[in-house]
C-alpha cells in the first residue's frame, strides 16, 4: 500500500499528524499534557530527518554530533553564566536537564540549522550560479555565502516566530521578562558557525523533507504565536 508513495511523502504526512494534533490539543483540549510531548516531537523529527536523508556519510553523522554537542553546549553556558543570548532559565516541559538544559535542545538546534541549511542550498542553488555569471565571481564562493550567511539569518526568524510561543508554553523564561535583542545577536553567530560546517561537510544536501518539516514547523509557531492565550 505504501510502495506507491516516496519516503519524503510519508515523512511529510507523519510530520503533519502530529504537528496537527499537538496544535489542536494546546489549542483547544489539555495543553500542559501535549506540551510534555515537545520532547517526544523533536525526537520524531530529527528521526524523520535522518530517515529522509539519502547517501548518509562519516561527514553527515558529523555535522549532526557538532550541531548537537554545540547547540547543546552554548545553552549550558547561556544558561549558567547569562554571558550567551542572556539570562533565561528552562521549564520542566522539554524533559531531563543537565546543567539546567533540557537534553533536547541538542536535537532541536540540529533540526533548525539542518533545515535552514537544506532549505538555502536547495532554493539558491540556481540564483547563485546566475548571479555568478553575470559578476563573474565564482559561484562556489557566493553559494557558501549565501548558504551561511541567508541560512544564519532564516534560523534567527525562526527563534523570532518561536521565542513567544515557547515562553507561553514553558519551555523556557527570561529575567524581566523580555525578549533581549542579544538573544538573536547570539543566535545569529552560532547559527552561522554552525551553518559553516553544514556548507563544508561534505555529504548530501538534497532533502525534500527538510523543507516540508521547517514550513510545518513554522505555520505550527505562527498559528499557536496568533492564537494561543
Partial sequence: MFKQFSKYQIATAIAIFFHLIGLIGMLIFNRDFFVQSTAFNLLLSAALLVYTHTDRNKYFYFFAAVAVLVGFSVEVVGVNTGKIF????????LGFKWQ?????????????IYCSGICLHTFLTKII???AT???EPPMVLKAMSVIMDGATLA????????????????????GGDIPVYNYICWFIVSFILLAVFHFSKFNKDNKFAINLLLIQAMFFLVLRTFLK
Fill in 86 to 93: 542572556g539570562e533565561y532559565s528552562y521549564g520542566n516541559s
Fill in 156 to 175: 534567527v526568524f525562526f527563534d523570532w516566530l518561536m521565542e513567544p510561543v515557547a515562553i507561553k508554553l514553558g519551555y523556557w523564561k527570561w529575567v
Fill in 100 to 112: 539546567g538544559v533540557p537534553l533536547i535542545i541538542g536535537v532541536n538546534w540540529f533540526i533548525i
Fill in 129 to 131: 550560479i546566475r548571479v
Fill in 134 to 136: 553575470d559578476r563573474k
